[in-house]
């Protein structure tokens, strides 16, 4: 339940406090997904439900085990 979970936020390459690679490659989906999954490694997270927004509209949302 997401009631009873933490919520973790991050700025994405290239936005906010994040590095900003000057490849153009350096923001393919792959590393994209690869930065999520890394930092939800580290913090030890195994399950979690993903939502993604640009701006003020949301995107999607994903439940991920």
Same mark, same amino acid.
């Given at each position: 339940d997401v009631a009873d979970g933490e919520c973790v936020a991050l700025d994405m390459r290239g936005h906010g406090d994040s590095d900003a690679p000057d490849a153009v490659e350096d923001y393919d989906v792959c590393r994209t997904v690869g930065d999520v %999954? &890394?930092?939800?490694?580290?913090? &030890? %997270?195994?399950?979690? +439900?993903? +939502?993604?927004?640009? &701006?003020?509209?949301?995107?999607? %949302?994903g439940k991920c085990q």
């Open positions: %999954i &890394g930092l939800l490694d580290l913090l &030890g %997270i195994d399950h979690a +439900v993903l +939502v993604e927004r640009a &701006g003020q509209r949301l995107i999607r %949302i």
